[in-house]
Nanobody
Framework: QVQLVESGGGLVQTGGSLTLSCVASGRTFRPYTVAWFRQAPGKEREFVAAIRGNGGHTYYLDSVKGRFTVSKDNVKSTAYLHMNDLKPEDTAVYYC???????????????????WGQGTQVTVSS
């Protein structure tokens, strides 16, 4: 198991950019698939993006394709979510999650991940 600490949230204007970080400790990071989920007030938690352990494959929610980029640095044991052209509908608490045993068909499912960060608030003003 790994412990995850998130940072980088804040308040930005529509069209702005923000980068979230997720720092892992406790285990070698390379085997871990990392995913980002978000939850807005009164809404269901939804999948945003994921990256496989070696960084070779990425997955995105359709509405963020072309705007968000997920990356992973296994030397620094850190995953990132780079968010560009932010919109008010991106406002939510963002969570990172990691697991070493995620099968391909489950990368978008929250139940596939055993380790979770504490969440960081992203607010996009209109």
């Amino acid at each position: 198991q790994v412990q995850l600490v998130e940072s980088g949230g804040g308040l930005v204007q529509t069209g702005g950019s923000l980068t979230l970080s997720c720092v892992a400790s406790g285990r070698t990071f390379r085997p871990y698939t990392v995913a980002w989920f978000r939850q807005a007030p009164g809404k269901e938690r939804e999948f945003v993006a994921a990256i496989r352990g070696n960084g070779g494959h990425t997955y995105y929610l359709d509405s963020v394709k072309g705007r968000f980029t997920v990356s992973k640095d296994n030397v620094k044991s850190t995953a990132y979510l780079h968010m560009n052209d932010l919109k008010p509908e991106d406002t939510a608490v963002y969570y990172c999650a990691a697991d070493a045993g995620v099968i391909l068909s489950s990368v978008r499912r929250s139940t596939a991940y055993a380790n979770w960060g504490q969440g960081t608030q992203v607010t996009v003003s209109s």
